[in-house]
Structures are given as C-alpha cells and as structure tokens.
C-alpha cells in the first residue's frame, strides 16, 4: 500500500550539476503533480500532468523539466541546479482526469539542497 | 485569481482541547481539501470536501460553498495533531488548486 513514491528523500547538490527526482504512484491515478515547498512561500505548483503523454506547465516552471514516462511514472529533472532551487519537493496523485479536480494525495517529500 | 485565507495563523493548546480552523475563499470552488503537515513534512490528506460535512474520527470538517468558508474541527486534541493544516481550493471555472498560507497548531502535553 505504498501510495506515491518519491525518490531520493534527501539530496546535496552542487551549482551547475543535474538531477532527476522520480515519483511513481500505485493508484491507478490518472493526474500527477510537483510541488515545491518554501518557508514563507507556500505549496507552489512546479509542472503537472494530466494523463499519460502530456504535461504543462504551473506556476514556477523556470529551471525545471518533467517527463510522464508511463501512468505511473512522473520524474523532475534539474538541468543546472541553483541554490533558488534549494527547496522540498513534493509529488502528488489524483484520479480526476481534469486537473485540479479530484482528491490529491502527497508524497513524502524530497529534500534538496544546492551550495 | 481565487484567493485563500485561513485563521489562526497559530494556535496553541493543551492536549483535550477542541479547536476550530478556519479557511475562507474569495470566489466560487469545485474542489477544496484539507492536509495535515506533520512536524515531520509528511503531507497527509484530511479531507475533500468542496461542499458539506464529513467526519473521521475525532476531525470533523464542514463547508459552506454559498458563503465561501470551511471549517475543520479538531476535538480532544492530542500531541501528535501537532503540525500545520492547509486548506486548498480551485476554481470552479478551472485552474490550480492553491493553498493556503497554513494554520500551526501545537498540542502540549
């Protein structure tokens, strides 16, 4: 019953290297989420996806690159980190198919740190 | 864009004690939850309620779509409903779902 997975749950960057945070949920959901999470800022919607093959962008997408690889599968990646992009990210699921409809369930979080 | 207050910002309680949080909306909404954030980050999902009451367990929440609030109350309140509670809302016409600034609640022991 593991529900949404994120992977890595902490991570340690250096300015300019890449990295890829994966999500996979377990739910047959149909929309998929990221979210950062800053003191301060809020939960702010990164990049979603609303069904297999299609993704679009929320509303601090500068700086990232997603990729729906399968209806499970919904991966973050950070082309040159920047210590802005220090934050915890969260994956999130929901069944609706109309995005932002629907019960939305969390990961657990990813922490990443840029120097 | 639709906006989203919650009150109080803070709250602290002694363990046993109800409390009420409140989560107002500046236009009308298809979908409105409520998370618990625990001390830990974990991002666990109360409720979905963009209309009416539910309950589950000792948490209970209502909402009033027509005068655009929610409540979730938390009765006999123990440590570990420590945390931060969000409410989140979207528009009816669409759009993202957006969160509230957050109600941190401390239950002492």
């Known amino acids: 019953n593991a529900g949404v997975t994120q992977t890595p749950k902490f991570q340690v960057l250096k300015t300019g290297q890449s990295m890829t945070l994966q999500c996979a949920q377990d739910?047959?959901?149909?929309?998929m989420y990221w979210y950062r999470q800053d003191p301060g800022m809020g939960l702010r919607l990164i990049y979603y996806s609303a069904s297999e093959g299609t993704t679009d962008k929320g509303e601090v997408p500068n700086g990232y690159n997603v990729s729906r690889l399968n209806k499970r599968e919904f991966s973050l990646r950070l082309e040159s980190a920047a210590p802005s992009q220090t934050s915890v990210y969260f994956c999130?699921?929901?069944?609706?198919?109309?995005?932002?409809?629907?019960?939305?369930?969390f990961g657990e979080g990813s922490r990443l740190t840029v120097l | 864009g639709i906006q989203v207050e919650q009150s109080p910002p803070d709250l602290i309680l002694q363990e046993g004690a109800n409390s009420t949080l409140r989560c107002n909306f500046s236009?009308?909404?298809?979908?409105l939850q409520w998370f618990h954030q625990n001390p830990w980050g974990q991002l666990i999902n109360l409720f979905y309620?963009?209309?009416g009451t539910k309950q589950n367990g000792r948490l209970s929440a209502t909402t009033v779509a027509t005068e655009r609030y929610s409540l979730l109350y938390i009765s006999s309140s123990q440590t570990t409903d420590s945390g931060v509670y969000f409410c989140?809302?979207?528009?009816?016409?669409?759009?993202?779902?957006?969160f509230g600034q957050g109600t941190e609640l401390s239950v002492k022991p």
């Open positions: 309620i963009p209309s």
């Open positions: 999130a699921s929901s069944e609706a198919r109309a995005v932002n409809t629907g019960e939305l369930f």
């Open positions: 236009d009308s909404v298809n979908n």
């Open positions: 989140a809302v979207a528009h009816n016409q669409g759009g993202k779902l957006i």
């Open positions: 739910m047959n959901h149909n929309s």
